[in-house]
């Protein structure tokens, strides 16, 4: 029998709406406006998924909005998701200086990447470049921070330059490098229950891409494993836009495109959700089988769904203006036939909720 998961109340009939958790094996886009519900919503699945299922699930959370997925609202305690929720492991990965902080470890990011942080060019900046590439030969410790001093004092003005280029760029000062601590994907690859990673609240706008950047190519590198993993991405625009131009943001477009290419058949899904379809590159929105739409007013908007997901009534995607929040139209292997639900409580708390008006 396929399990199940109860997500809220079928608009039409009161029944309770379900989806198919077996159906998390391709991929899911989920849209609608700012205000929506989206991330509210993606909670409440994300908790089923939990409570019913093993599927690991990695979760890169732009707003630290999931950052208290682990913690039961008294509300909701005695509840049967309740009980099976406090027995998942969830890792929640924050920046910050503490032992159990969001980290990356340098040494493991694919070499282009490296050279795009340093910002090095191959011909242009042959020497340096070239003592970049036998980094790892010459300083073996998995230490950044020792390495950077090493290089200052080492005799090599090459390996000088290097380091002088680490510092004048801030690379040194960066929170997230791993050194002897544990990295994200070290973590990521013992499979918790949930690994939450808040890619918000750190100092350089480069940091969160790094961050995605090094857990997306790391489950790539080891696809051939075939270990099953959802990974969630929120605000996917921000990680696969096809506005992203810099270096980074381009290498983070590419490698979810190519899990969402090729990733399926190695156990890689991706649930993406974002405010429009416009704003995740049409490469991946296409390989999405699954679709959640919430609300959305804009009609170039629903147009361009309705030509993507050609298996969804237009009749009923019409209908998202006029929904309410936390109303959403489910499509695809994920429910029996396209669906809209009201979405049923969130058994843990968020994170960021809206923030009220002031007062007087
Ligand atoms: N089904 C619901 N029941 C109760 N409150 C909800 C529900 N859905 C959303 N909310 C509340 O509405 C606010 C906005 O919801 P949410 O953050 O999920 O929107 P969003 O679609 O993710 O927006 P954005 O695109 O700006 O991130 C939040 O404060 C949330 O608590
Ligand atoms: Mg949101």
Redesign the pocket.
């Known amino acids: 029998m396929p399990a199940t998961l109860p997500i809220?109340t079928v608009v039409d009939s009161g029944d309770i709406a379900e989806l198919n958790a077996q159906r998390f094996n391709r991929h899911t886009f989920w849209c609608?406006?700012?205000?929506?519900?989206?991330?509210?919503?993606?909670?409440?699945v994300l908790e089923q998924i939990l409570a019913h299922t093993s599927l690991p699930v990695v979760i890169l959370d732009p707003?630290a909005?999931f950052v208290r997925l682990g913690e039961v609202r008294p509300e909701a305690a005695g509840g049967s998701t309740a009980a099976a929720l406090e027995g998942r492991d969830i890792r929640v990965l924050r920046p910050g200086d503490r032992d159990d902080s969001l980290r990356v470890r340098f040494s493991a990011l694919p070499f282009p990447i490296k050279a795009a942080l340093l910002r090095l060019d191959p011909l242009d900046d042959r020497a340096e470049y070239n003592a970049l590439l036998h980094l790892q030969e010459r300083y073996p410790i998995n230490d950044e921070r020792s390495i950077v001093e090493r290089l200052q004092e080492s005799g090599d003005p090459v390996h000088h330059a290097l380091a002088e280029r680490v510092e004048n760029l801030a690379l040194d000062d960066w929170g997230l490098w791993a050194g002897e601590r544990a990295a994200a994907t070290e973590i990521i690859d013992t499979r918790p229950d949930a690994t939450v990673l808040d890619l918000g609240g750190f100092r350089y706008a480069e940091e969160p891409l790094v961050v995605a950047l090094s857990v997306l190519d790391d489950l790539w590198t080891r696809r051939e494993q075939r270990r099953p993993v959802l990974i969630v991405i929120?605000?996917a625009h921000n990680l696969c836009s096809p506005d992203l131009d810099s270096p980074l943001g381009r290498a983070v477009r590419e490698q979810i495109i190519r899990i969402a290419a090729e990733g399926r058949k190695y156990g890689l899904w991706l649930l993406l959700?974002?405010?429009r379809p416009s704003k995740v590159h049409p490469g991946i929105i296409s390989q999405c089988d699954n679709l959640a739409l919430?609300k959305m007013s804009s009609p170039i908007d629903l147009h361009e769904l309705a030509s993507i997901f050609g298996f969804v009534p237009e009749s009923l995607i019409e209908q998202s203006p006029l929904f309410t929040?936390?109303m959403a139209l489910f499509a695809g292997g994920f429910i029996g036939a396209p669906t809209i639900v009201?979405?049923?409580?969130?058994v843990t708390f968020?994170g960021g909720?809206?923030v009220g008006v002031p007062l007087r």
């Open positions: 809220g609608g406006q700012s205000g929506s519900g989206k991330t509210y919503a993606l909670g409440v707003n909005d929120d605000e959700s974002t405010q919430m929040q936390g009201q979405m049923g409580d969130r968020e909720s809206d």
